[in-house]
C-alpha cells in the first residue's frame, strides 16, 4: 500500500509539473503573416525575412522573450534542430521580444544561440502594439506573454511580392513538443521518417512566462 502511494504522488506530481508547461501542438491556422525587416541582434545589420527565406526548404520563425522561463526551455532544442537540419534546407530565426538589445545578447549567448536573430521590440509596454502580440491573437494564442511562439514558412509557397508572405501557416501557440516538431521538420525537408524514443527528463521548476512570477519547486517524496 506504501508503495502504491508514493506512486501516486510521483504521478501526481509529473502531471502537474507538465500541466505548467506551455507545450502545444503544430496547427495550420489562418494568419496574414508580413514580410519584416528588423535590426539584428548581434550587429548594425538589418534582416529582411522574404530574402532570408530564400531558397530554404522550410523556415522556423520564433518570437521569444529573452527573461521567460518557457523560452529557457525550448531555446536548446531549437538550437538542436537548427544545427541538426540546417545542412537539409533548414533555417531558424528567433525575434526578440519585451527586452533590452543587450539582455538579448547576453541571452544569446548564454544559451549558445548561434542562428540569425533580431528585434521587434525592446521595452515590455510593447506587448500590445507588436505584430508578434497580432499574429499569436489571431492565431488563438490565449497566454499573457506569447513566449514563445512559432511559425513555421514554407519559402516556396511564400507570395512572391506585396506585404503579405502567407495568409496561412503552421503555428505552435507555446512550447514545441520535440517529437512532433521534429517529425514535422523531417517531413516538410522530404527526409524519411526516423524512429525517435521518448525520453522523460525531470523537471524541478514550474514554468511560467511573467517575468515578476515567482517559480515554485516541488520535491519528491522522502
Avoid at 3 to 15: D, G, I, K, N, R
Avoid at 71 to 85: D, G, I, M, N, T
Avoid at 101 to 108: S, W
Wanted: glycine share 4%.
Amino acid at each position: 500500500m506504501r508503495f502504491l502511494a508514493v506512486l501516486a504522488v510521483l504521478l501526481f506530481s509529473f502531471v502537474f509539473v507538465a500541466a505548467q508547461n506551455e507545450q502545444a501542438p503544430i496547427y495550420e491556422k489562418e494568419v496574414k503573416y508580413k514580410d519584416w525587416t528588423y535590426k539584428n541582434v548581434r550587429d548594425s545589420g538589418e534582416t529582411n525575412l522574404r530574402k532570408f527565406a530564400n531558397g530554404k526548404k522550410l523556415v522556423m520563425v520564433v518570437y521569444f522573450a529573452p527573461w521567460c522561463p518557457n523560452w529557457k526551455h525550448e531555446a536548446p532544442f531549437a538550437q538542436k534542430l537548427y544545427e541538426k537540419y540546417k545542412a537539409n534546407g533548414f533555417e531558424v530565426i528567433g525575434v526578440a521580444e519585451y527586452d533590452t538589445v543587450e539582455a538579448m545578447k547576453a541571452n544569446l549567448e548564454a544559451f549558445k544561440i548561434t542562428f540569425p536573430v533580431v528585434y521587434e521590440s525592446e521595452a515590455r509596454d510593447a506587448k500590445q502594439k507588436t505584430l508578434h502580440y497580432e499574429y499569436r491573437k489571431a492565431a488563438g494564442d490565449t497566454r499573457n506573454w506569447g513566449s514563445p511562439w512559432n511559425i513555421f514558412l514554407v519559402p516556396k509557397e511564400l507570395n512572391k511580392k506585396g506585404d503579405i508572405l502567407t495568409e496561412k501557416a503552421s503555428v505552435v501557440n507555446g512550447e514545441l513538443i520535440e517529437l512532433e516538431a521534429e517529425k514535422f521538420v523531417r517531413e516538410k525537408l522530404g527526409l524519411p521518417p526516423m524512429e525517435l524514443k521518448i525520453s522523460m527528463t525531470e523537471k524541478k521548476e514550474i514554468d511560467a512566462c511573467a517575468p515578476d512570477k515567482k517559480i515554485l519547486s516541488l520535491k519528491k517524496p522522502e
